[in-house]
């Protein structure tokens, strides 16, 4: 069975304050590993998709990486527009469905 | 920019009845899902729709839930004898092809309360 974990569950940071978010993930066969954003009553909006082990994207203040066995999601300088649930999700080669984590909520106080 | 758009925001329905949850896809994509997020809990994959078909469903989407694509832009998830525990956000979302090479869009999904 695909599983996905994310730590910390919570994240309170000051604004410039660097850090990063975890994924592990146990899946058969890895397609691609997706990283999204969810802000409170929204659907997730999406942020970068890593396909093999070395690979990393970045997308302004977000850089994220990917290993054989986890993920990370890395925030540089962030700002209080960064506060978001982040959720990783791995698709399983041959699969359609994502298998997403729990999610890091994380909070960027001024 | 294109947007999955959902309704109602929120249903609220008894015990025993069925719900439609409606959903405009953005119009160039192919490949259509519902998710599913019990409050507190992780998004869960419940079925994707590719060619007018149901391309894979998870154990979740058993008898009770169906899905359909009544004309060229609605897709739709009805749900049979609502249960307690079917209370949850219903996200719908689609994407250009397969997840795989394009991204999922999606939208801000329908509330869904049992009573």
């Known amino acids: 069975e695909d599983q996905v974990t994310q730590s910390p569950e919570a994240l309170r940071l000051q604004e410039g304050e660097s850090s990063s978010l975890n994924c592990s993930y146990t899946?058969?066969?890895?397609?691609?590993l997706f990283w999204y954003r969810q802000d409170p009553g929204k659907g997730p909006e999406f942020l970068f998709t890593?396909?093999?082990a070395g690979e990393e994207k970045e997308k302004e203040r977000l850089k994220a990486t990917l290993t054989k066995k986890e993920s990370f999601l890395h925030i540089t300088a962030p700002k209080p527009e960064d506060s978001a649930t982040y959720l990783c999700a791995v698709q399983a080669g041959g699969a359609d469905g994502l298998t997403f984590g729990k999610g890091t909520h994380l909070i960027i106080q001024p | 920019e294109p947007e999955v758009t959902q309704t109602p925001s929120h249903q609220v329905t008894q015990m025993g009845q069925e719900v439609i949850l409606r959903c405009v896809p953005i119009?160039?994509?192919?490949?259509f899902y519902w998710y599913r997020q019990i409050l507190g809990q992780k998004v869960e994959f419940l079925v994707s729709f590719y060619n007018n078909e149901i391309s894979e469903k998870s154990e979740i989407f058993d008898d009770q839930f169906s899905v359909e694509r009544p004309d060229g832009s609605n897709f739709t998830l009805k749900i049979r004898s609502t249960k307690l525990e079917d209370s949850a956000m219903y996200f719908c979302a689609s994407s250009r092809t397969d997840g795989f090479m394009s991204p999922l869009h999606f939208g801000n999904g329908t509330r869904l309360t049992v009573t």
């Open positions: 890593l396909y093999s």
């Open positions: 899946v058969s066969g890895l397609r691609g």
């Open positions: 119009s160039n994509h192919l490949y």
